[in-house]
């Protein structure tokens, strides 16, 4: 997987490339990546801080910066 923005159809993407995108963006938070959605405090709070939760957030709204190729 390459970083590069790309706005690629949710619906298209097998289960397993969603969840390596969302895997992979998740650790990317855990290790301290700024977020790419704009979250108030008491929207983290309900989030509980949980990195995966939050990187499911960017995933539906098409934001994560990580391109899918196929061979």
Do not use: H
């Not at 390459?2 to 097998?14: A, S």
């Not at 490339?17 to 855990?30: D, Y």
């Not at 959605?37 to 929207?43: Q, S």
């Not at 989030?47 to 939050?54: A, G, S, T």
Request: hydrophobic share 40%; glycine share 4%; net charge positive.
């Amino acid at each position: 997987m390459f970083m590069n923005e790309i706005n690629w159809p949710k619906d298209r993407l097998t289960k397993y490339e969603k969840a390596r995108i969302i895997g992979a963006r998740s650790l990317q938070i855990s290790m301290g990546a700024p977020f790419l959605v704009k979250l108030t405090p008491k929207r983290l709070e309900e989030l509980k801080y949980d990195p995966l939760e939050i990187a499911k957030l960017e995933f539906e709204q098409g934001i994560i910066p990580i391109e899918v190729l196929r061979d």
